[in-house]
T-cell receptor, first 115, second 112 residues
Protein backbone atom coordinates (compact mmCIF):
# COMPACT_ATOMS: atom_id res chain seq x y z
CA UNK A 1 0.00 0.00 0.00
CA UNK A 2 1.30 3.44 -0.93
CA UNK A 3 2.17 5.60 2.05
CA UNK A 4 3.21 9.24 2.41
CA UNK A 5 4.39 10.65 5.73
CA UNK A 6 5.04 14.34 6.24
CA UNK A 7 6.98 15.89 9.09
CA UNK A 8 6.73 17.92 11.14
CA UNK A 9 2.94 18.20 11.45
CA UNK A 10 3.34 21.88 12.28
CA UNK A 11 6.25 24.30 12.05
CA UNK A 12 6.45 27.81 13.37
CA UNK A 13 9.21 30.08 12.03
CA UNK A 14 10.25 33.67 12.42
CA UNK A 15 10.37 35.72 9.25
CA UNK A 16 13.73 35.09 7.59
CA UNK A 17 14.37 31.82 9.45
CA UNK A 18 15.04 29.15 6.82
CA UNK A 19 13.95 25.55 7.33
CA UNK A 20 12.87 22.35 5.55
CA UNK A 21 9.76 20.21 5.41
CA UNK A 22 10.07 16.46 4.92
CA UNK A 23 8.01 14.01 2.90
CA UNK A 24 8.93 10.33 3.11
CA UNK A 25 7.17 7.84 0.90
CA UNK A 26 6.70 4.16 0.23
CA UNK A 27 5.25 3.44 -3.17
CA UNK A 28 5.49 0.80 -5.83
CA UNK A 29 6.34 2.31 -9.16
CA UNK A 30 6.65 6.02 -8.42
CA UNK A 31 5.69 8.11 -11.42
CA UNK A 32 5.95 11.52 -9.79
CA UNK A 33 6.05 13.39 -6.50
CA UNK A 34 4.04 16.57 -6.11
CA UNK A 35 4.09 19.47 -3.70
CA UNK A 36 0.98 21.57 -3.15
CA UNK A 37 0.25 24.63 -1.06
CA UNK A 38 -3.15 24.91 0.63
CA UNK A 39 -4.50 28.06 2.24
CA UNK A 40 -7.34 27.77 4.80
CA UNK A 41 -10.69 27.02 3.19
CA UNK A 42 -9.19 26.74 -0.29
CA UNK A 43 -8.21 23.97 -2.63
CA UNK A 44 -4.61 22.76 -2.94
CA UNK A 45 -2.52 24.80 -5.35
CA UNK A 46 0.12 23.02 -7.40
CA UNK A 47 3.76 23.96 -6.70
CA UNK A 48 6.16 21.35 -8.12
CA UNK A 49 6.45 17.95 -9.75
CA UNK A 50 9.59 15.85 -9.26
CA UNK A 51 10.08 12.72 -11.33
CA UNK A 52 13.42 11.15 -10.39
CA UNK A 53 15.97 11.03 -7.59
CA UNK A 54 18.37 13.95 -7.70
CA UNK A 55 15.90 16.29 -9.33
CA UNK A 56 15.42 19.79 -7.91
CA UNK A 57 12.85 22.50 -8.64
CA UNK A 58 12.76 26.10 -7.41
CA UNK A 59 10.11 28.79 -7.18
CA UNK A 60 10.81 32.03 -5.37
CA UNK A 61 11.74 31.09 -1.78
CA UNK A 62 10.86 27.40 -2.23
CA UNK A 63 13.10 24.59 -3.42
CA UNK A 64 12.01 20.97 -3.69
CA UNK A 65 14.39 18.04 -3.85
CA UNK A 66 13.87 14.31 -4.30
CA UNK A 67 15.71 11.17 -3.22
CA UNK A 68 14.63 7.56 -3.62
CA UNK A 69 12.79 7.60 -0.30
CA UNK A 70 11.96 11.19 0.52
CA UNK A 71 11.51 14.72 -0.66
CA UNK A 72 12.35 17.99 1.03
CA UNK A 73 10.74 21.37 0.61
CA UNK A 74 13.31 23.96 1.59
CA UNK A 75 12.04 27.42 2.50
CA UNK A 76 14.65 30.15 2.39
CA UNK A 77 14.09 33.40 4.29
CA UNK A 78 10.33 32.83 4.60
CA UNK A 79 7.81 35.65 4.78
CA UNK A 80 4.44 35.70 6.58
CA UNK A 81 2.67 35.17 3.25
CA UNK A 82 4.35 31.74 3.02
CA UNK A 83 2.15 30.60 5.90
CA UNK A 84 -0.01 27.71 4.65
CA UNK A 85 -0.34 23.95 4.77
CA UNK A 86 2.09 22.21 2.43
CA UNK A 87 0.95 18.89 1.02
CA UNK A 88 3.08 16.19 -0.54
CA UNK A 89 1.59 13.59 -2.85
CA UNK A 90 2.96 10.64 -4.79
CA UNK A 91 1.60 9.37 -8.06
CA UNK A 92 1.76 5.67 -8.80
CA UNK A 93 -0.01 3.26 -11.03
CA UNK A 94 -3.53 2.03 -10.28
CA UNK A 95 -2.29 -1.20 -11.75
CA UNK A 96 -2.97 -2.87 -15.06
CA UNK A 97 -0.48 -0.75 -16.91
CA UNK A 98 -1.38 2.12 -19.13
CA UNK A 99 -1.44 5.68 -17.93
CA UNK A 100 -3.92 5.33 -15.07
CA UNK A 101 -2.31 6.79 -11.99
CA UNK A 102 -3.59 7.60 -8.55
CA UNK A 103 -2.45 10.35 -6.22
CA UNK A 104 -1.81 9.52 -2.55
CA UNK A 105 -1.49 12.51 -0.22
CA UNK A 106 0.31 13.02 3.03
CA UNK A 107 -1.46 14.79 5.88
CA UNK A 108 0.47 18.00 5.35
CA UNK A 109 2.69 20.35 7.32
CA UNK A 110 1.11 23.50 8.69
CA UNK A 111 3.68 26.27 8.34
CA UNK A 112 3.28 29.52 10.26
CA UNK A 113 5.72 32.37 9.64
CA UNK A 114 5.62 35.12 12.22
CA UNK A 115 6.66 38.67 11.33
CA UNK B 1 -13.27 32.13 -14.26
CA UNK B 2 -11.81 29.31 -12.21
CA UNK B 3 -10.59 26.19 -14.00
CA UNK B 4 -12.57 24.00 -11.58
CA UNK B 5 -15.80 25.32 -10.10
CA UNK B 6 -17.59 23.69 -7.21
CA UNK B 7 -21.09 24.51 -5.99
CA UNK B 8 -22.24 25.17 -3.38
CA UNK B 9 -19.28 26.62 -1.43
CA UNK B 10 -20.96 25.97 1.89
CA UNK B 11 -23.92 23.80 2.81
CA UNK B 12 -25.62 22.81 6.04
CA UNK B 13 -28.01 19.89 5.79
CA UNK B 14 -29.89 17.61 8.13
CA UNK B 15 -29.23 13.96 8.85
CA UNK B 16 -31.02 11.72 6.36
CA UNK B 17 -31.30 14.31 3.61
CA UNK B 18 -30.04 13.72 0.08
CA UNK B 19 -27.55 16.27 -1.14
CA UNK B 20 -25.64 16.80 -4.36
CA UNK B 21 -22.33 18.60 -4.79
CA UNK B 22 -21.53 19.78 -8.27
CA UNK B 23 -18.26 20.24 -10.10
CA UNK B 24 -17.45 21.61 -13.53
CA UNK B 25 -14.10 22.17 -15.21
CA UNK B 26 -12.86 24.14 -18.18
CA UNK B 27 -9.46 22.44 -18.55
CA UNK B 28 -10.74 20.07 -21.21
CA UNK B 29 -9.43 17.07 -19.25
CA UNK B 30 -11.08 13.66 -19.24
CA UNK B 31 -10.11 12.74 -15.69
CA UNK B 32 -12.02 13.97 -12.67
CA UNK B 33 -11.87 13.14 -8.98
CA UNK B 34 -13.71 13.71 -5.73
CA UNK B 35 -11.75 13.99 -2.50
CA UNK B 36 -12.76 14.46 1.09
CA UNK B 37 -10.56 16.33 3.58
CA UNK B 38 -10.86 15.99 7.34
CA UNK B 39 -8.57 17.67 9.89
CA UNK B 40 -5.64 15.39 10.64
CA UNK B 41 -6.57 12.84 7.97
CA UNK B 42 -5.46 14.52 4.79
CA UNK B 43 -7.17 14.10 1.43
CA UNK B 44 -8.97 10.82 0.79
CA UNK B 45 -10.22 9.71 -2.63
CA UNK B 46 -13.97 9.06 -2.83
CA UNK B 47 -14.55 8.40 -6.55
CA UNK B 48 -12.66 8.94 -9.76
CA UNK B 49 -13.59 8.98 -13.42
CA UNK B 50 -11.21 8.64 -16.38
CA UNK B 51 -13.89 9.44 -18.93
CA UNK B 52 -17.66 9.80 -19.16
CA UNK B 53 -18.22 6.04 -19.22
CA UNK B 54 -15.55 5.07 -16.70
CA UNK B 55 -16.34 5.63 -13.01
CA UNK B 56 -14.52 3.94 -10.15
CA UNK B 57 -14.71 3.76 -6.39
CA UNK B 58 -11.90 5.25 -4.35
CA UNK B 59 -10.79 4.56 -0.79
CA UNK B 60 -13.93 5.77 1.00
CA UNK B 61 -16.90 5.43 -1.37
CA UNK B 62 -19.45 3.99 1.08
CA UNK B 63 -22.39 6.38 1.50
CA UNK B 64 -21.54 8.31 -1.68
CA UNK B 65 -22.47 8.06 -5.34
CA UNK B 66 -21.38 10.02 -8.41
CA UNK B 67 -22.63 10.99 -11.82
CA UNK B 68 -20.51 12.05 -14.80
CA UNK B 69 -22.96 14.07 -16.85
CA UNK B 70 -20.43 15.24 -19.43
CA UNK B 71 -16.68 15.51 -19.88
CA UNK B 72 -16.72 18.73 -17.90
CA UNK B 73 -19.22 17.82 -15.15
CA UNK B 74 -18.87 15.40 -12.26
CA UNK B 75 -21.35 15.40 -9.36
CA UNK B 76 -21.10 13.79 -5.94
CA UNK B 77 -24.23 12.73 -4.04
CA UNK B 78 -24.82 11.78 -0.46
CA UNK B 79 -27.94 9.63 -0.57
CA UNK B 80 -28.72 9.91 3.14
CA UNK B 81 -26.37 12.32 4.86
CA UNK B 82 -24.95 11.48 8.28
CA UNK B 83 -22.98 13.70 10.69
CA UNK B 84 -19.64 11.97 10.10
CA UNK B 85 -19.84 13.08 6.48
CA UNK B 86 -19.21 16.61 7.71
CA UNK B 87 -16.02 17.59 5.89
CA UNK B 88 -14.44 19.69 3.18
CA UNK B 89 -15.02 18.18 -0.28
CA UNK B 90 -12.78 18.86 -3.25
CA UNK B 91 -13.19 18.12 -6.91
CA UNK B 92 -10.10 17.87 -9.10
CA UNK B 93 -9.19 17.23 -12.71
CA UNK B 94 -6.06 16.07 -14.49
CA UNK B 95 -4.73 15.23 -17.89
CA UNK B 96 -3.63 11.75 -18.96
CA UNK B 97 -0.30 10.59 -17.63
CA UNK B 98 1.79 12.06 -14.85
CA UNK B 99 0.30 15.47 -14.28
CA UNK B 100 -0.54 17.48 -11.23
CA UNK B 101 -4.18 17.85 -10.42
CA UNK B 102 -6.11 21.11 -10.57
CA UNK B 103 -8.42 21.44 -7.60
CA UNK B 104 -11.59 23.41 -7.06
CA UNK B 105 -12.05 25.72 -4.10
CA UNK B 106 -14.00 23.13 -2.17
CA UNK B 107 -17.44 22.66 -0.62
CA UNK B 108 -17.70 22.83 3.14
CA UNK B 109 -20.48 20.44 4.12
CA UNK B 110 -21.98 20.28 7.59
CA UNK B 111 -24.48 17.54 8.47
CA UNK B 112 -26.47 18.27 11.63
Amino acid sequence: EDQVTQSPEALRLQEGESSSLNCSYTVSGLRGLFWYRQDPGKGPEFLFTLYSAGEEKEKERLKATLTKKESFLHITAPKPEDSATYLCAVQASFGGGGSNYKLTFGKGTLLTVNP
Amino acid sequence: DADVTQTPRNRITKTGKRIMLECSQTKGHDRMYWYRQDPGLGLQLIYYSFDVKDINKGEISDGYSVSRQAQAKFSLSLESAIPNQTALYFCATSGEGVYGYTFGSGTRLTVV
